[in-house]
């Protein structure tokens, strides 16, 4: 199986070496079967072909022993399967708790990626090598479905305006990766492209700190970058971070005036220690207060109300903020734990 390797773009994370591993287990059983099938059912076609004289058995109706086998043998291999590909998804959705989280915005027709920091750059993400990093995805509001995609991580996931998904990678490869906008998003879908950068842990700390890193070259096949938009680099102005930027965004339209900064609740909830815990709804069920959670309240006040609140109390706040400023307010809220 060493040749087929070669038609799959480099691994360079993780999964990518989980998935090729599936890859090329179910290639080879489609090789094999297709080999069985096919080869006996040529031969087959030739040797009982019609001919004068040749007069078929027509007392042969089936073989027991045959048909179970070839009834079971295929089932556990296709168990098989669904437990491998499960195991496999399942660890791409199990974001490791330690893992730094970027926040990244897909727009017609450009990926923004906004750095707990305050940082803020368009199409280029830097990160460092061997460290678990936590893509949270979103689109801007009234765009359209984009999708992230890093063929040497082998992840993908949907950007869809108003949602939150989240992806997650650890790359072991110091290099440039490209990023493929995989869902079709208008005229500029296919420049919609960004880059990975992989740096050493000590090129990333000086990267951070803004200073000059020898930028690693391409990992994998030879591309040619046409993504419409340099990088640009969007710097904090003062030694903010995206937590900062969302807490005075948070007092500029007014939200403390109910939810007050304190632990206590008001006539709503604090925000302290909101982010991420599970909320009692007034129907009984529960909720983890995530990014969509919070967008909808947000926007959307009236739905999933919290028990010991009163409803329809707090207004929508619906397109009062752009995504880059509510991923700001994500992060403030993350931060009050
Ligand atoms: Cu964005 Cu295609």
């Known amino acids: 199986m060493g040749g087929l390797g070669g038609t799959l773009p480099i691994a360079a994370s ?22 069985i099938v096919i080869i006996p059912m040529i031969y087959f076609c030739i040797k009982y072909r019609e001919r004068p004289g040749n007069i078929p058995d027509r007392s042969f109706t089936h073989n027991l022993g045959l048909e ?83 063929p040497n991580f082998r992840i993908k996931k949907d950007a869809v305006p ?8 650890q790359s072991d490869k110091i290099g440039q990766h490209l990023v493929f906008c995989t869902e079709y998003c208008g005229a500029d879908h296919s420049n919609m492209m960004a880059k990975i950068i992989v740096l050493s842990d000590e090129d990333y700390k000086k990267w951070q700190w803004g200073e000059n890193v020898e930028i690693p070259p391409p990992v994998g096949l030879p591309w040619e970058d046409r993504s419409q938009k340099k990088a640009e680099v969007f710097a904090p102005k003062s030694l903010s971070g995206l937590a900062l930027k969302g807490e005075k965004l948070v007092h500029g339209l007014g939200c403390m005036s109910c939810h007050a900064d304190e632990k206590s609740p008001r006539i709503g909830p604090s925000y302290h220690g909101l982010y991420g815990k599970p909320r009692l709804l007034a129907d009984g069920s529960t909720v983890i207060a995530d990014e969509n959670y ?16 009163q409803s329809g109390v707090m207004p929508s706040y619906a397109g009062q903020l752009n995504t880059e400023e509510m991923n700001a307010l994500m992060a403030y809220m993350k931060s009050l734990q």
């Open 14 to 35: 993780d999964f990518a070496m989980k998935w090729d591993s599936l890859y090329k287990f179910l290639f080879g059983v489609c090789v094999f079967f297709f080999v």
């Open 68 to 150: 179970f086998t070839w009834t079971v043998i295929p089932t556990f291999v296709v168990i098989a399967v669904f437990g491998w590909g499960w195991y496999v998804y399942r660890e791409f959705n199990n974001v490791p708790p330690n893992a730094q989280e970027i926040r990244v915005v897909a727009k017609q027709w450009t990926w923004t990626f906004q750095y707990d920091d305050g940082k803020t750059l368009v199409n280029e993400l830097y990160v460092p090598v061997n460290k678990p990093i936590r893509l949270t995805i979103t689109a801007e509001k009234a765009d359209v479905l984009h999708s992230f995609y890093v």
């Open 162 to 169: 108003g949602m939150f998904t989240t992806a997650w990678f």
């Open 294 to 309: 919070i967008r909808q309240k947000i926007e959307f006040p009236q739905r999933q109300q919290v028990q010991g609140f």
